[in-house]
């Protein structure tokens, strides 16, 4: 695949919790830089969390303690478990793969609708 292929978006209620999947494109996971961002209507798209290839992570100041993200690498698969979900979380939410020299490469995007 040519880019990161992201799951497990969908419609939950406030409070709730879901898990996405990105599926890395390349082979070397352990070796990329992976983030998840999201858009929401009308606004531009904002980092939600991201993860070094060394194992630091960060995130956005309205996710902290709520969304955590993790790699498994013998899947070659990055996660972002997000509990507490709120209104405010409903966007797209994107996988971004950072290869370093070899680029970045972003997924098509997943639905998040979070019901009051």
């Known amino acids: 695949q040519v880019q990161p292929v992201e799951s497990g978006g969908g419609l939950v209620q406030a409070g709730g919790s879901l898990r996405l999947s990105c599926a890395a494109s390349?082979?070397?996971?352990?070796?990329?830089?992976m983030g998840w961002y999201r858009q929401a209507p009308g606004k531009q798209r904002e980092l939600v969390a991201i993860?070094?290839?060394?194992?630091?992570?960060r995130y956005a100041d309205s996710v902290k303690g709520r969304f955590t993200i993790s790699r498994d690498n013998a899947k070659n698969t990055v996660y972002l478990q997000m509990n507490s979900l709120k209104p405010e979380d409903t966007a797209v939410y994107y996988c971004?793969?950072?290869?370093?020299?070899?680029?970045?490469?972003w997924g098509q995007g997943t639905q998040v609708t979070v019901s009051s």
């Open positions: 971004k793969e950072d290869q370093g020299f070899f680029g970045v490469r």
């Open positions: 993860e070094t290839r060394g194992g630091s992570a």
């Open positions: 390349g082979s070397s996971l352990r070796t990329y830089d």
